[in-house]
């Protein structure tokens, strides 16, 4: 497994850290991280640099794995702000999987977002590590079999030496060697 840095968006309306990641077969843009602090008003601005980013993402070709706090209340389906942002995730072909409150005080505010080619199982949202709770979920990794290496072997005791030493002196191993 390993990471580098894959999107450097500049934006005013919200926080993030993006890698990409590859395990195994399985290549996914990995965004931990996103905050969009409560204590900002959800702009007109927040959904054009989301969608910016969005738009950034898509050229890498690859699963998505958003999670983050969003502070939109996406349980609510007369809110307008959680309307546009479903209508986005939509429109860039992502789903996002949390049903239930996150913070203390209620409301879905904290979101695990994919691209709808990516599974999301075992989807928990837990006890509360602060004023909002630890979401936990498992993501299908494909990984190549295993294939051994192919190994010779010799039978050491029917090694001819005098031939083994020919081969040995003609070989580009000992070639430098005066």
């Known amino acids: 497994m390993y990471y580098i840095n894959c999107i450097y968006c500049i934006v005013k309306t919200f926080q993030y850290l993006c890698h990409y990641t590859v395990v195994g077969d399985s290549r996914i843009v990995l965004l931990a ?3 969009r602090p409560s ?3 959800l702009s007109a601005l927040f959904f054009d640099e989301f969608t910016a980013f969005f738009e950034q993402l898509a050229t890498y070709r ?7 706090d969003f502070s939109v209340h996406v349980d609510q389906t007369d809110d307008v702000h959680a309307v546009r942002l479903l209508q986005l ?5 992502c789903l996002q999987h949390v049903a239930e409150p996150t913070p203390r005080a209620g409301h879905t505010l904290d979101l695990i977002i994919t691209g ?3 599974d ?3 989807l928990c949202v837990d006890d509360f590590i602060s004023d909002h709770s630890l979401i936990q979920f498992t993501l299908p990794v494909k990984t190549s079999p295993s294939v051994p290496p192919l190994l010779g072997c010799r ?3 029917r ?3 005098d031939a083994f030493a020919v081969d040995l002196a003609t070989s580009r191993l000992c070639a430098c060697v005066n």
């Open 62 to 68: 690859s699963s998505m794995v958003m999670c983050g």
């Open 159 to 161: 090694l001819v030496h």
């Open 89 to 93: 995730l939509w429109m860039f072909g």
């Open 33 to 35: 991280g996103i905050y």
């Open 39 to 41: 204590s900002q008003a």
């Open 116 to 118: 709808t080619d990516t």
């Open 120 to 122: 999301v199982s075992n």
């Open 155 to 157: 039978s050491w005791r």
